[in-house]
C-alpha cells in the first residue's frame, strides 16, 4: 500500500503480500482495527531497522 507495511510484514512472515493486503482489508471492514494496526505496524517497520 503506501507505507511499504505489506511488503515488510510479508518478507518477515514468509506469507504473500497479496494475503496481507486482504487482511488488512478485512481488518478495515469487520473489524475496524486495520487501519490503526497498520499504522503501528510501520511505526514498528520504521524504528527497527
Excluded at 10 to 18: D, H, I, P, T
Excluded at 36 to 48: D, E, H, M
Amino acid at each position: 500500500m503506501i507505507l511499504g507495511v505489506s511488503e515488510w510484514l510479508g518478507g518477515k512472515l514468509g506469507w504473500k503480500v497479496s494475503h496481507i493486503r486482504i487482511a488488512f482489508v478485512v481488518g478495515v471492514l469487520v473489524f475496524g482495527v486495520g487501519i490503526g494496526l497498520y499504522l503501528i505496524l510501520w511505526l514498528v517497520k520504521l524504528f527497527s531497522k
